[in-house]
């Protein structure tokens, strides 16, 4: 078993002194911290303690090899000095290993009540939480589980349960931000006698110490550079100034682009992906030497290896006091353990012992010593630069005494820097960035024929390079037809109807180019579904097989069969469409081929979503893979994802909010205006700004319905195109300007919750958090997210009735909303504050709970007890509810808290007292993973089966603002779930 120990402010958890409060010591449901040796061999568990003063050990200690030990809190006695834990492991006398446990008196006694009777000692696998070391001994049906050679968790009738069922009911020490998430599974055998030494001495256990600090992250996965080619960055570094005086309406840019398309031509697809993916960063670490040698001490407090030490010690070499021996040279050598790329070394003289000059030399591969550096006039702080790219195994420093006898050296540290070369260094990902921003530049040039060859490099580009970011902004260039406005407003450029349409129109060229792009781009999606490692239905993958490897025949007569509701299809209707001529033929304009686009991407991000269900169970290399922030067209999340989204949004909706004004132009009051000016991405009173987006917006409607008619004219001729190409809702078509936002928000969604899961810090990828001066800065997003937050929250606002022309963008805004929490308020107080300042007063309230819970091989009667007593406490405060469930299903309490009454008021004073009685002692209102967490919801009509996929758990509790639905309404939405999905009864 892995040792572990704490870092940061929560060093020293089990160090503190036992609380001497008369509340604190009877508590039974208080966790306490103590020691916990664990067999190497035979996993016996001993929980050691000091029969002196009657307690655990619970001080840790760690030896001069670093190994972690325990103590008694009052005396020296110690699993490194008392016998028998010194000696190792009390059964098989194997070397053990101290680890610290947080548990409560209550769940030791719980645990000695389901101890099988009649037996010593089980095989049993404790639950552990890796950052607070918090424990449980899981069990079911009142009996402890057992560990067999196949499964970690066996009850007693046989049945295996997985380590996901105890994640939402395992208690977390406070400030755990672990709450929810995967626990570590620990072999142990298990003997009752120890749990009875427990319950003897743990209430002289220290209690378990708060944590505190900021929200936990891993480590984000970063290739490191060592060694470049500086030749070639400084020709990127020419070439990109070159490129930023390129003058796209210019004649001349014809023949250097020609000269890109033939290149890009020969580039197969994604074959560019693992250049600029995972990302790259030049190193910055400083390199210790392994060992290191002198030609002399002066003795042993200055031996050669203080050199590595950092504290006032250093390096003497000895004196020669005899003058007829000449004077020879003293030298200290340092040896790396693998050659390593250096940039510099530093060196720190004593002042005392400072040599006039000396020479330093670098060793390849145990080769002789090349000087690189002869210094003449010494200070006490020396750096020197090592040639680059120069691979390193040794150091040599020689000190040459200059006409003195009696001389000594010292030396108190050297520094050695590896190779980070950032004046000349690109990073991949930055130049395909500029790449990309050249000949997006060029793809709208005033040129036909630029447009056309810098349109057909970026298809080439995108395809090679599997960049999101690449194809996003490939589609919003398409779909604007404009340059990107550099500012912090970006907008449409200010041109009419006519202009837009002669910019749109695609020549014979290229729409035969974007024929060969699409079909290159559906082959690439469907090898990466059919690909990957995931949670795909493997009926799934045979469709997705079928419909791509059959001829155009053969693919028509397959996709009638996808109306069958059994059958689910992990690729959508668009990638599907694609290997379809007749279809491919229907694309005339650039938007329309920037709607096919955006679509793609977007039926890929709806099956990465599918993947990502019930993530929190995902354990060893599933959950490596949820903190891959780059996958081929999928997934790239930077701060340029949330900006060329934002702007492509904007930039169409504002349109669709420049008709409904002048609709409403008449009866518009300025209150009117503040509800609707969400989507009006400018506000400095440029009316022709205006005017461009309603253009823009007409035209693009224009164009989607005339790519709709020619599809539903072949489809009269076919009889074969799939009904589900209308889309997905009433009045809604994926050939609209609506249905283009849905798939940006649907990619934005999928982006968002792999940013989630992936526990990476946001600042690692570009995303400083806000600063919080006070409070109410606490409801900010980081910078580079907040204008994605506010967009989100206003088209919330802007479609909450079926029959809104918004209400699909507004209903997937919603999910993006609440996806994305976590990481617009990073922080557990964060998201408490937005719930609470969100609730408002007069909210309805749901409680939806499994019915019957038996996550665990039983009936848990704690959530049926807990809607009991809610109801009466409805009762007895005269509040308005109902509850509506199915056996086997869904049970569902809709409460009305008054309209005069504040929400969080009734929360914290009626609801949470019920709850805690009904079992959930340690639930709190508070935004975060608990056994019955707080869902903030912002739109009524969110999907609900989408919904039960992704969140685990038996129980929630969710929250309607009086502006976003009435407490009708919420009942009503309910009782239509039940009726469409189960067998619906009232409870």
């Known amino acids: 078993m892995t040792v572990s120990s704490r870092t940061g402010n929560s060093v020293g958890l089990a160090s503190l002194p036992a609380s001497t409060s008369s509340i604190a010591d009877t508590d039974a449901s208080l966790l306490r911290s103590f020691a916990v040796l664990l067999c190497s061999k035979c996993l016996y568990s001993e929980f050691p303690g000091c029969d002196v003063h009657g307690s655990l050990y619970t001080q840790q200690l760690t030896d001069t090899e670093g190994k972690l030990h325990a103590k008694c809190p009052r005396c020296s006695a110690g699993t490194n000095t008392a016998r028998p834990f010194r000696d190792g492991c009390r059964r098989c006398k194997a070397s053990t290993t101290v680890t610290m446990w947080v548990c409560s008196l209550q769940d030791i006694q719980q645990t000695m009540k389901a101890f099988p009777v009649m037996t010593e000692a089980i095989e049993h696998t404790v639950l552990i939480c890796e950052h607070c070391f918090s424990v449980i001994f899981p069990r079911s049906r009142e009996r402890l589980t057992v560990r067999t050679a196949l499964e970690p968790l066996t009850t007693a009738s046989g049945n295996c349960l997985k380590v996901a069922n105890y994640q939402l009911g395992m208690p977390h020490v406070d400030g755990c931000l672990r709450r929810g998430m995967p626990l570590r599974p620990v072999a142990v055998q298990l003997p009752k006698s120890e749990l009875k030494f427990i319950v003897e001495r743990i209430e002289n256990c220290p209690l378990a110490m708060k944590l505190t600090g900021k929200p936990q992250y891993r480590s984000r996965k970063v290739e490191i550079v060592t060694k470049q080619n500086h030749l070639h960055q400084v020709a990127i570094r020419l070439l990109s100034t070159v490129i930023g005086a390129f003058d796209p309406d210019s004649a001349a840019a014809v023949g250097p682009l020609r000269q890109v398309v033939a290149v890009l031509e020969k580039i197969e697809p994604l074959v560019l992906f693992s250049e600029w993916s995972p990302p790259r960063q030049l190193s910055h670490k400083k390199v210790p030497p392994s060992e290191v040698a002198s030609s002399s001490v002066f003795d042993m407090e200055h031996a050669a290896s203080r050199v590595l030490e950092n504290n006032s010690s250093f390096w003497r070499s000895a004196i020669k006091r005899d003058d007829n021996v000449p004077q020879s040279n003293e030298w200290i050598v340092c040896q790396f353990s693998f050659p390593i790329t250096l940039s510099s070394i530093e060196l720190k003289w ?15 591969y145990s080769m002789s010593y090349d000087t690189v550096a002869v210094v003449v006039a010494s200070t006490t702080e020396s750096r020197i630069l090592v040639p680059e790219g120069t691979l390193v195994t040794s150091i040599k420093i020689t000190m040459m005494p200059v006409n003195a006898s009696g001389k000594s050296f010292g030396l108190v540290s050297i520094t050695c820097n590896e190779a980070s070369f950032s004046s000349v260094h690109t990073s991949t990902g930055l130049v395909l960035r500029n790449i990309q921003r050249w000949l997006h530049d060029a793809a709208v040039s005033s040129l036909p024929v630029v447009r056309d060859l810098a349109l057909s490099a970026l298809q080439r580009l995108c395809v090679a390079s599997g960049s999101l970011c690449g194809l996003l902004q490939l589609a919003t260039c398409l779909v604007l037809n404009t340059r990107e406005r550099v500012g912090p407003t970006v907008v449409a450029a200010n041109m009419n109807r006519k202009s837009w349409n002669q910019l749109d129109l695609l020549s014979k060229d290229g729409q035969s180019s974007a024929q060969v792009f699409v079909q290159e781009l559906a082959a690439s999606v469907q090898r990466i579904v059919l690909g990957a490692h995931s949670q795909v239905n493997l009926q799934d993958k045979h469709v997705i097989e079928q419909l791509f490897l059959l001829q155009e025949v053969a693919i028509r007569s397959a996709e009638s069969k996808l109306s069958n509701k059994n059958v689910s299809c992990s690729t959508g209707l668009f990638t599907l469409l694609i290997g379809r001529q007749d279809v491919l033929e229907s694309i005339k304009r650039r938007s329309q081929l920037g709607l096919i686009i955006l679509h793609m991407i977007s039926e890929l991000s709806a099956w990465q979503m599918k993947r990502m269900q019930k993530a929190e169970e995902f354990t060893g290399k599933q959950e490596l893979e949820l903190m891959q922030l780059e996958e081929p067209f999928a997934m790239e999340i930077c701060p340029e994802f949330f900006a060329i989204s934002h702007r492509l949004l904007i930039s169409v909706l504002s349109g669709l909010h420049q008709q409904r004004q002048d609709k409403t132009d008449s009866r518009t009051q300025k209150g009117g205006e503040d509800d609707d000016v969400a989507v009006n991405a400018n506000d400095d009173g440029n009316d022709n700004d205006g005017e461009s987006f309603q253009d823009l917006y007409d035209g693009l409607a224009s164009s989607f319905g005339h790519f709709r008619a020619d599809v539903e004219k072949q489809e009269g001729q076919n009889d074969s195109l799939p009904r589900h190409s209308r889309g997905g809702y009433t009045g809604h078509s994926k050939f609209s300007p609506e249905g283009l936002c849905v798939a940006v928000l649907e990619i934005v969604t999928s982006n968002l919750r792999r940013l989630v899961l992936s526990k990476i810090d946001p600042i690692e990828i570009g995303i400083t958090p806000a600063q919080a001066h006070n409070e109410n800065d606490l409801l900010s997003a980081p910078p580079a997210l907040n204008p994605t937050v506010s967009l989100l929250e206003q088209l919330i606002s802007l479609g909450t009735k ?96 008054p309209s005069v009454r504040a929400t969080e008021e009734v929360l914290t004073q009626h609801f949470a007292p019920c709850i805690q009685r009904a079992g959930f002692s340690s639930w709190q209102v508070t935004a975060g993973a608990q056994e019955l967490s707080i869902k903030l919801q912002r739109h009524l009509h969110w999907n609900r089966v989408e919904k039960m996929l992704q969140d685990s758990g038996a129980g929630w509790i969710r929250v309607y603002p009086a502006d976003v639905a009435s407490y009708d309404e919420v009942l009503a939405d309910v009782e239509g779930f039940l009726a469409e999905h189960a067998t619906y009864g009232q409870g």
């Open 350 to 364: 004593h002042p005392d012992y400072l040599p006039e000059q000396f020479s330093l030399g670098i060793s390849r």
């Open 802 to 897: 079926r029959s809104d022309a918004l209400f699909p963008v507004s209903l997937k805004a919603a999910a993006a909303m609440e996806v994305g929490t976590e990481t617009f308020y990073p922080s557990a107080h964060q998201r408490t504050k937005v719930l609470a300042s969100r609730m408002g007063k007069g909210a309805t309230l749901e409680v939806q709970v499994r019915w019957p819970v038996q996550e665990r091989g039983q009936e848990d009667p704690r959530y049926e007890r807990l809607m009991l007593m809610l109801q009466f406490e409805c009762i007895k405060l005269g509040i308005r509810q109902a509850v509506r469930g199915t056996w086997y299903f869904f049970m569902h309490l809709v409460v009305e808290v």
